[in-house]
């Protein structure tokens, strides 16, 4: 795990050995251990490197054969890819990952990406060919933006280092603002930055240095199209191979390697599986919220790591720490995204640093396997839909009212959510129903300013939802959903988990994200992954000897809550005024702030209405304001 600026004068001036290094500066948590530098004319790079394989060889740039090349994150097949080079009469300096996808390059050309199976961002520079190959893996689990100009192209593992650069100016994007209201995220390439986009996941782009012409090729993404052929025995026997290899392979390092552990159904997985297979003593770290019994699954956490053999290390999370290290925290995002759990998560990163240098995650697994019990409210209404108007609107019999009624307890706590999901629209179409479901902008809108709210174009953001939400291959409701939350708002909480590891110095993989295990998923049959309208029902049958009972059957869902309603009303109340109702807050007239003190009373648990306004003024305060 790593970071890197990459620089192109398109002017033909030769890039600034300090310039590249000032930039770089800024992201030197990412990578403590090494760093190092290239440049040659007019194309420069700056790489800092935090060691986990091949401690001793494996500094960047590395170059081969005129090919030089910045990574960060890892090829967890490295090993056998470099084994078919090695076949093919390839050499090997160095143990490192690095190197062989130098070679790759070199054997089979840009075509060589889709054979990576890892996480991964980085750029290569052809000399004799005179270009530049950069790419991003699958899933967006490693992150790279780009910066261009007349004169210029930046690369950055995070915005940060793009705004380093003296002529780059931080000023916000109006649509990206809206976005982010709306999902708490920003679709497509485009960021909350005005000329600053994401090199998107599962895409590469190439630069022709003669002509300083951009290409941009997608390279993979996830394949909707239906096997009726294979059995549901099939899938679970050719899943837990799947899962039972990513571990294994996941688990290569040179150094420490540990787990987080929620207790939840994914975290405990990998933990379990992870213990089984390493050699020596696995920690998993948890952290939890004593203010309230519903927020802390500890017991769940205590439990799979008892069934792992593994120490636990536990950590409770304040309100003082939260009031201190916030602000921080959104300087670490670059953009504020997600949800509260990103405080939480940093605290316990923290303390896994700690102890270790890697750790492994759960991420994905809801997404993939369809954990989301938004999925199970849609569905509910699909129902309802169908046994009143005898209809079927995805022609194909999934979820019947029947066979969803033994898994609506598990809605329980998302009452207040169904009420709002159900005051209008109802029965509408799939997509507009789903954009009710995500939009966050509803909780939230009476407190923002009339004037800002003119500019909000709802029907503009929906359109866009719903190119991405209505893709040709989907005609199922299941895989309208997962595959928007897998390819739209799976990057969000993607870049949360890199940014509270890297400001930490810890590198966090995650096992289920393994394009495999996608590959595998996405083929079957919605009926047979949402059987009845349960919850990861495939993923469940595959772990069912592996997951504890007391886990297993948990009806409720947690993820990571944070109490900010109980917070906002105790000694967070000056620390939210004092944000809100700053002298900059006040005249950048988003936020109505008549009504601050009622967003703060109306906050309920787990809600994100506040949240969502707290981090937005906190990101102004420290990119735009500070510029």
Excluded at 161 to 169: F, G, K, M, Q, S
Excluded at 443 to 461: M, R, V
Excluded at 478 to 483: A, P, V
Excluded at 605 to 616: A, D, Q, V
Aim: with cysteine; proline share 4%; aromatic share 12%.
């Amino acid at each position: 795990m790593c970071g890197f600026v990459g620089l192109v004068n398109t002017d033909g001036s030769p890039a600034e050995s300090r310039l590249l290094e000032r930039m770089a500066s800024v992201i030197h948590y990412r990578g403590p251990d090494e760093e190092g530098q290239f440049s040659d004319g007019p194309v420069g790079f700056f790489h800092k490197r935090l060691s986990i394989i091949d401690l001793s060889t494996g500094r960047q740039p590395m170059t081969f054969d005129g090919c030089t090349i910045v990574l960060n994150g890892e090829i967890y097949n490295y090993i056998e890819l470099r084994n078919e080079l090695k076949n093919k009469g390839h050499k090997f300096r160095t143990s490192s990952d690095t190197e062989v996808v130098l070679h790759l390059y070199k054997e089979y050309g840009d075509r060589f990406i889709n054979d990576l199976n890892g996480m991964f961002a980085f750029i290569i520079y052809d000399k004799k060919n005179q270009r530049l190959l950069i790419a991003r893996d699958h899933f967006g689990i490693k992150p790279l933006y780009w910066y261009q100009d007349k004169h210029k192209i930046i690369f950055g593992s995070e915005i940060k280092a793009i705004l380093n650069h003296p002529e780059v100016l931080a000023g916000y994007n109006i649509k990206g603002l809206y976005e982010y209201l709306t999902f708490q995220f920003i679709l497509g390439e485009a960021t909350l930055f005005n000329n600053i986009k994401k090199v998107l996941p599962g895409h590469y782009m190439t630069i022709n240095l003669l002509n300083n012409k951009i290409s941009c090729v997608e390279y993979w993404e996830p394949d909707f199209k239906i096997d009726r052929y294979h059995t549901e025995e099939y899938y679970i026997v050719k899943l837990g191979e799947i899962l039972d290899q990513t571990i294994s392979q996941q688990l290569r390092s040179d150094v420490p390697v540990g787990s987080y552990l929620s207790g939840g159904l994914d975290s405990s997985f990998v933990t379990i599986m992870s213990a089984c297979k390493y050699s020596g003593q696995f920690k998993s770290f948890t952290g939890a919220f004593p203010e309230e019994p519903g927020f802390s699954e500890l017991e769940y956490a205590r439990e799979a790591a008892r069934v792992a053999n593994s120490q636990l290390y536990e950590v409770f999370p304040t309100e003082k720490e939260f009031i201190d290290l916030l602000p921080g925290l959104i300087w670490h995002l670059d953009e504020p995204v997600a949800g509260p759990g990103v405080f939480p998560q940093y605290i316990v990163s923290k303390l896994a640093s700690e102890h270790v240098k890697v750790v492994l995650g759960g991420q994905g697994g809801d997404e993939i396997f369809g954990g989301y019990a938004r999925y199970l409210v849609a569905y509910l209404e699909q129902a309802l839909k169908g046994a009143i108007n005898e209809s079927n609107e995805e022609k194909e019999h999934i979820v019947s009212l029947q066979s969803v009624l033994p898994n609506l307890p598990i809605l329980k706590a998302y009452t207040p959510m169904i009420k709002d999901f159900w005051k209008q629209e109802v029965f509408e179409p799939m997509d507009k129903r789903y954009f009710r479901l995500i939009n966050r902008l509803g909780s939230t809108a009476e407190f923002l300013n009339s004037d800002f709210l003119k500019g909000y174009d709802e029907q503009e953001i929906y359109e866009n939802f719903s190119v991405l939400f209505n893709h040709p291959d989907t005609s199922s409701y299941f895989n309208k959903m997962t595959r928007f939350d897998m390819t739209a708002s799976l990057p969000a909480l993607l870049q949360v988990e890199d940014r509270v590891s890297m400001a930490v110095s810890v590198e966090s993989r995650v096992p289920l994200l393994d394009r495999r295990i996608v590959d595998l998923i996405s083929h079957m049959p919605a009926g047979m992954k949402f059987k009845g309208g349960e919850m990861k029902y495939l993923f469940k049958r595959t772990i069912k000897d592996v997951i504890p009972r007391k886990i297993f059957n948990r009806k409720e869902k947690m993820g990571f809550p944070v109490p900010l309603h109980l917070w906002a009303k105790n000694n967070a109340k000056n620390f939210i005024l004092d944000t809100l109702l700053s002298k900059s807050a006040r005249e950048r007239n988003i936020i109505n702030s008549k009504y601050v003190e009622d967003l703060i009373a109306s906050e309920r648990p787990f809600g994100r209405g506040l949240w969502g306004i707290l981090c937005l003024e906190l990101w102004f305060q420290q990119f735009i304001d500070n510029n």
